[in-house]
């Protein structure tokens, strides 16, 4: 028999929705509630001859293509083709002990066509994310992931179109138009994050056999629409050097007219440089002599039941840094155990050494928001706890230790992350300026 290539399971009479009611014009909702009531219809014995007209059209549908036989070998097995576009004739092979089971295979079969037919990116993503939600430990990538999905794909037509039509002209359309984002180009990270979405939503529905391959692999992305990541300015990824002394003399000042330990994070952090999840997690267990141990985090605690709105719930506290490099013992300076004996004879109540005048221990989101209302209160840029880290790491690679030991110190995995990250030039126009002149003075007379 020869094969019509264009099999459509769409064209299909299916009766798979759930009863609702006739709806002719001389019956409508009460007339028929009545009948039901009164024993006319019998509910149950129409949803069973809806299921059975299903069936037949189905089995009609098939054999109008495909034949099905009895092998008349000993087995005497039942046989025919479903469509398969993975084979090079384009079928495949079903065989079944019985024309019972064979036909009930070709009923789930079709069925499932009906719907994988419909499934579009918008459908299958909710789906995926459950399934990503498992592999991953991390509710801030969730949210990244989903903050991802509501900026870039949400209200755009790529996500409605089913999969199984989607072309590869398609999507390298949308994705190109994406990265050009209307005049304002994205970087190649922030594609690289985005992309994740469309690249593993396609490999799940590959697994899930409702495309047959991912056409993501095979688009050849342009990679001079990208904006240039150029190095931001020093002033701006660091706490200069007479920025420094004044940010923690403000901190100082607010610990002497509070007494709260939260305010000492700030100063204490120039000398450790922690990430300030790990800062906020602090406690007098990590404290060994004059070294601290590094092994914990804070993180941001989210409502998980929907993968696709999480809402915040809180915080805890985790017992591992960020990656297993961030395991370290830091050595605290004659200065930084200074700050440390005052934060231990603060009046805390707590074993946390930064907490607020509550005695709660403070969250990342406080230390933050402090370092924003000293920087406004200084008329200086605004910068975050991640630039006194990287601030910390640049005075280190400045004295000229060994970056081996500076990227041990900061937690880093590779010497490049420390060098092209961290390392800033941290004097004023003035402090260059002489040490330009001090670097290239030649002595030339003239």
């Not at 590959?206 to 047959?212: L, Q, S």
């Not at 509070?258 to 007098?284: C, H, K, Q």
């Not at 910390?392 to 690679?397: E, P």
């Amino acid at each position: 028999m020869k094969l019509n290539s264009t099999l459509n399971p769409d064209n299909l009479i299916t009766f798979s929705e759930p009863f609702t009611g006739i709806t002719a014009p001389d019956c409508d909702a009460q007339t028929l509630q009545f009948m039901i009531q009164e024993g006319i219809i019998d509910i149950q014995s129409v949803h069973d001859l809806m299921k059975q007209r299903e069936r037949e059209s189905i089995l009609q549908y098939h054999e109008s293509h495909f034949k099905i036989w009895q092998s008349n070998d000993k087995y005497k097995r039942w046989k025919t083709h479903v469509y398969d576009e993975s084979k090079k004739d384009k079928r495949r092979l079903i065989a079944k002990s019985s024309r019972k089971q064979l036909e009930d295979y070709l009923i789930q079969f079709y069925q499932k066509q009906k719907i994988d037919a419909s499934i579009s990116l918008e459908k299958i993503y909710p789906k995926w994310m459950r399934f990503k939600q498992t592999t991953t430990h991390s509710d801030a990538t969730i949210k990244r992931i989903n903050d991802d999905w509501n900026r870039f794909y949400k209200d755009s037509e790529i996500v409605r179109i089913p999969l199984q039509n989607l072309t590869k002209r398609q999507l390298t359309e949308w994705i190109h138009l994406t990265i050009k984002n209307n005049g304002n180009p994205l970087t190649k990270k922030c594609f690289q994050n985005m992309a994740l979405i469309i690249r593993q939503c396609l490999d799940f529905a590959v697994e899930e056999n409702i495309i047959e391959y991912n056409i993501f692999s095979d688009i050849k992305i342009n990679q001079k629409l990208f904006r240039k990541q150029l190095k931001k300015p020093d002033e701006n990824e660091v706490f200069l050097t007479n920025e420094v002394p004044q940010i923690m003399s403000l901190a100082l000042k607010d610990f002497y007219r509070t007494g709260d330990s939260f305010y000492l994070a700030i100063p204490l952090n120039f000398y450790l440089g922690l990430r300030v999840g790990e800062l906020v997690s602090l406690s007098e267990s990590n404290i060994s002599d004059n070294y601290l141990i590094i092994q914990q985090k804070e993180i941001k605690l989210y409502d998980s039941n929907d993968p696709t709105n999480l809402k915040q719930i809180g915080y805890a506290i985790e017992e591992q840094p960020k990656t297993d490099a961030g395991f370290r013992t830091l050595y605290m300076t004659s200065e930084a155990m200074e700050i440390m004996q005052m934060i231990l004879n603060a009046d805390r109540k707590s074993s946390y050494l930064f907490v607020n005048s509550d005695k709660h221990r403070v969250h990342i989101d406080a230390i933050n928001g402090l370092l924003t209302r000293y920087c406004k209160q200084l008329g200086i840029s605004v910068k975050r706890s991640h630039k006194i880290r990287k601030t910390t790491i640049s005075s280190l690679l400045d004295a000229g230790i060994n970056i081996n030991e500076v990227r041990k110190f900061a937690g880093h995995q590779k010497e490049s992350t420390t060098l092209n990250c961290y390392c800033f030039n941290r004097n004023t126009n003035k402090e260059k300026q002489k040490k330009f002149e001090a670097a290239l003075n030649m002595k030339l007379e003239v």
